[in-house]
């Protein structure tokens, strides 16, 4: 159906929101398999500095903070998915505008949901976000990845930073994020892998089952952990 269960989006670099990222999921690549049980995982890092007001160094230093706990604790991320979840609240939380792509995903729903429902649906989008891209983050190695620098015109609240993610074919995945201008700095807002963005798969798919089913169900359906069948899903190796 709409709400086909499809594999997790490939998740390289931290959103937000995505998000869209941050958002979301985004299923791993090149993830080993532990063979042991971990040794205690050592003391979170100190917060790490991230300058929020360019955006391609924010995805840098967003990804750089997310390396380094990983490379300090990776065997404890691959078998307690307790602390996965809470290294994608802490990393890709605070630099994702979860409420504004929420708003974009509804369109023209979110004028009429009451705010007990657009509360509702945030917090659904934020944990359908956060579980998917969390999931994947044990994955997260630097040699996969490379950023380019990002786009912004002078005076513009608008812009975008590519990536792109290495496959073992040697082949590359071109991964977009879109970002936004916000009091608090720059704020990610939507993923696009290959062209398809991951608020605009979301909406489209919303859109219908909003018209045929309300919005109620809709969120329901989104507590569950179902996501539409057309979120982009990049090559897993």
Known sequence: GDFEVKADLLMKIPLGALGL???????????????AAPAAASAPAAAPTINAQDPTQLVKDVASGILKELDANRAAYRNNPKMVRQLADRFLLPYFDTHYAAQLVLGRYWRTAT??????????????????????????????????PGRVDPGSDQATVSTTINRDDGTTVPVLYVLHKTADGWKAWDVKIEGISYV?????????????NGLDAVIARL????RPAGIPVPPSK
Do not use: E
């Not at 941050?22 to 090149?30: A, Y």
């Not at 989008?125 to 997260?140: E, H, K, P, T």
């Not at 507590?223 to 179902?226: D, E, I, K, V």
């Open 223 to 226: 507590q569950s952990g179902a």
């Open 115 to 148: 705010a007990d429902q657009r509360t509702r649906f945030i917090a659904a989008f934020q944990d359908s976000m956060l579980q998917s891209y969390g999931n994947a983050l044990v994955g997260f190695t630097a040699n996969r990845l490379k950023i380019l």
């Open 200 to 212: 605009k798969s979301f909406r489209d798919d919303f859109a219908a089952q909003i018209q045929q």
């Open 21 to 35: 990222v941050m958002l979301s999921g985004l299923g791993g690549v090149g993830v080993a398999t532990a063979v």
